[in-house]
């Protein structure tokens, strides 16, 4: 298995341009979550999908901010506009429901975002 | 979900064992005691779990006590390779699974 799969893994634009981050969960897994990583902020859970729905999107910091899951081997997480304070490293994880506390979660390699 | 604690940093030499202590002592019975690691530039990595019992996989072992307010990941053989950051979580089995990572324990293992 591949593992997850992201892209771009490095992405550098000017402020006030569409970003997209692209990935891709392992095979079989229900779940998928995207996190951003800060110096100052550390690593923050921003929104996650069961099923490609989406069932928790409160850490998304604020309407620029978006995130689909068209199918079950494909997600996006948008950002218009970028604004500098964006910069950090965005991951994504899939897991899948085992039914019990076995769920580990399976990171990407993140994409290292770099607004200008 | 419960609050834990865990040193800043931490040092340990090659081939020895480093043990990295967590304290959890608000936590619930019915949560679950994850480690996770992050190496440099890398995804967090999953290591181990336990809710009560001790749990050694290939990775590490998980000591927790019988009082479950503290427990301490063991990295039996420390290599150049396990430097990294720790994260102890705990959470609830199943719901939501959410994940909040806290600062962590920066392990930092030397020749």
């Known amino acids: 298995d591949a593992g997850v799969i992201q892209s771009p893994r490095h992405e550098v634009t000017e402020m006030g341009q569409e970003v997209t981050l692209r990935c891709k969960p392992i095979?079989?897994?229900?779940?998928l979550f995207w996190y951003r990583q800060t110096m100052m902020r550390g690593l923050e859970l921003l929104i996650y999908?069961?099923?490609?729905?989406?069932?928790?999107d409160s850490g998304m910091p604020e309407d620029r901010f978006s995130a689909k899951m068209p199918n079950a081997s494909f997600s996006t997480l948008k950002i218009q506009p970028s604004e500098p304070r964006d910069s950090a490293v965005y991951f994504c994880a899939s897991s899948h429901n085992s039914g019990g506390a076995g769920n580990e979660q399976f990171f990407g390699p993140g994409t290292r975002l770099t607004v200008l | 979900d419960a609050k834990t604690t865990q040193p800043t940093s931490m040092d340990c030499a090659e081939g020895r064992a480093a043990n990295l202590p967590c304290n959890h002592s608000t936590i619930s019975g019915n949560e679950y005691v994850y480690w996770y690691r992050q190496i440099h530039s890398q995804g967090p990595q999953y290591i181990i779990h336990?809710?009560?019992n001790n749990e050694t996989n290939e990775m590490a072992s998980l000591i927790i006590t019988e009082d479950r307010k503290s427990s301490t990941l063991i990295l039996p053989h420390a290599t150049l390779r396990d430097t990294a950051v720790y994260y102890c979580?705990?959470?609830?089995?199943?719901?939501?699974?959410?994940?909040?990572f806290g600062t962590g324990t920066r392990l930092l293992v030397s020749p």
């Open positions: 336990g809710l009560k």
């Open positions: 095979s079989g897994h229900d779940y």
């Open positions: 979580i705990v959470r609830v089995k199943g719901g939501f699974q959410k994940l909040v």
């Open positions: 999908f069961n099923n490609n729905v989406p069932i928790d």
